[in-house]
């Protein structure tokens, strides 16, 4: 890192926050890991594996606008206690109840949102404290807690197969209390963080167009991150017929790839820009993808494939975050609760298309295709509006804020 950015803020809180947000996204995907061993106890098929998957994202993404409204009115460090503990409470009691049925497995999954909903609280808690310039690195570096997504992958099937997979939501308490500590002791409120808000405030943002593209943006770029980190421990089982445990290999590698890939996003569209960044992320996932989606017997060369889109998708939600608080810098709770939300919402549809792709056509091409075919509209989207942000950007901030 820089000298000049270790300096501009608070390095403990951003470290808080990376931590807060890598154990939380680690217990929201865990159902992901589970799937293959859960989907065997229980019987489920692929369209009930889709919407297992698909349950934790959807709820989490809700839960982001009441988190972005809490870190406005609790300020963003009471709220992620208040919401850790909510967490580690649910899921000492579904170890200790158990879970026999699909719609109990839905109700774990509709807990486990409140574990992804940490993205509208860790965010604001470090992009408070970063100068514009900044931005992208500081919320790159917190954001990259989506890499707990790799813990969960390496780390699940193999307990689960040791210990059995109801246990796992015992044990991951553990290190859930570990952060929580670490948490409240090296965390600290921004003294910028902005003065509460009325709803309608909240909803002025709405009628922003601005907001709507963003959002638009972030459900391309993490919802395919969020709903191929959940679903690829399925499709590489039933695909190639490996373990559960190696299918679990398989993603964390290509998790890994996009958690690491996201400060580098955010550092690059700094560099030269939010549009021109997001314009190479969307033309290279459309075009992966959908080479993805024609693999069918070659294991080696999916896993090249699906670790380069994972990549791609990482590099494009640091660069979603670096325009958001240039556009939105008073509004970054909210804004980060709403693009957030729609993030989890586009990896709600791909996580539980895949599913019913399979169950209706007999294999995943069509979810594949027809998300490579959102991205286009993205990449359209980003650049037909470039020149416009350009120009009315420089305006609302009286300095120039994009390098297109």
Same mark, same amino acid.
């Given at each position: 890192?820089?000298?000049?950015?270790?300096?501009?803020?608070?390095?403990?809180?951003?470290?808080?926050?990376?931590?807060?947000?890598?154990?939380?996204?680690?217990?929201?995907?865990?159902?992901?890991?589970?799937?293959?061993?859960?989907?065997?106890?229980l019987?489920?098929?692929p369209a009930q594996k889709g919407l297992m998957v698909a349950t934790p994202i959807l709820s989490g993404a809700i839960l982001r606008i009441v988190n972005g409204v809490l870190s406005d009115h609790l300020k963003p460090k009471l709220t992620g206690v208040i919401m850790q503990c909510v967490v580690i409470v649910g899921l000492?009691?579904?170890?200790?109840?158990g879970v026999r049925s699909f719609d109990q497995v839905l109700l774990l999954?509709?807990?486990?949102?409140?574990?992804?909903?940490?993205?509208?609280?860790?965010?604001?808690?470090?992009?408070?404290?970063?100068?514009?310039?900044?931005?992208?690195?500081?919320?790159?570096?917190?954001?990259?807690g989506n890499s707990g997504t790799v813990l969960a992958a390496l780390f699940a099937p193999t307990l689960a197969i040791a210990f059995g997979w109801r246990n796992v939501f015992g044990l991951t308490v553990i290190?859930?209390?570990?952060?929580?500590?670490?948490?409240?002791?090296?965390?600290?409120?921004?003294?910028?963080?902005?003065?509460?808000?009325?709803?309608?405030?909240?909803?002025?943002?709405?009628?922003?167009?601005?907001? =709507?593209?963003?959002?638009?943006?972030y459900s391309v770029t993490f919802g395919g991150f969020v709903g191929l980190s959940s679903f690829l421990p399925i499709y590489f089982n039933d695909?190639?017929?490996?373990?559960?445990?190696?299918?679990?290999y398989f993603t964390a590698f290509c998790v890994f790839a996009g958690s690491l890939a996201r400060p580098f996003g955010g550092a690059l569209a700094d560099r030269i820009g939010g549009v021109r960044a997001l314009s190479f992320v969307y033309a290279a996932v459309a075009i992966v993808l959908f080479v993805a989606s024609r693999v069918t017997g070659n294991a080696p060369f999916a896993l090249a494939l699906f670790a380069l889109v994972m990549l791609t998708l990482g590099l494009g939600n640091g660069a979603v975050f670096q325009l958001v608080p240039q556009r939105f810098g008073r509004e970054v709770g909210v804004m980060t609760g709403m693009v957030g939300m729609t993030g989890g919402l586009g990896g709600f549809y791909l996580a539980s298309s895949l599913g019913y792709a399979k169950q209706f056509t007999g294999n995943y091409t069509l979810g594949y295709a027809i998300f490579a075919g959102l991205a286009v509209l993205a990449f359209l989207?980003?650049?037909?509006?470039?020149?416009?942000?350009?120009?009315? =950007?420089?305006?609302?901030t009286g300095m120039a804020v994009l390098r297109v």
């Open positions: 890192m820089k000298r000049a950015f270790l300096k501009a803020g608070h390095l403990p809180t951003l470290i808080a926050s990376f931590l807060y947000f890598d154990l939380s996204f680690m217990v929201w995907v865990l159902l992901g890991p589970l799937a293959v061993l859960i989907s065997k106890d019987h489920l098929s000492l009691a579904a170890w200790a109840i999954g509709l807990l486990l949102g409140v574990a992804g909903a940490s993205f509208a609280i860790a965010l604001p808690l470090a992009s408070y404290w970063y100068p514009p310039e900044h931005q992208g690195l500081a919320l790159g570096v917190a954001g990259a290190p859930l209390l570990v952060v929580l500590v670490l948490f409240v002791v090296m965390a600290k409120n921004s003294p910028n963080c902005p003065p509460r808000k009325a709803f309608k405030d909240y909803m002025n943002v709405l009628a922003t167009g601005d907001a =709507w593209w963003l959002m638009f943006f695909q190639f017929k490996i373990s559960p445990v190696a299918a679990g989207g980003v650049t037909s509006v470039g020149g416009r942000w350009r120009r009315t =950007w420089t305006e609302l």
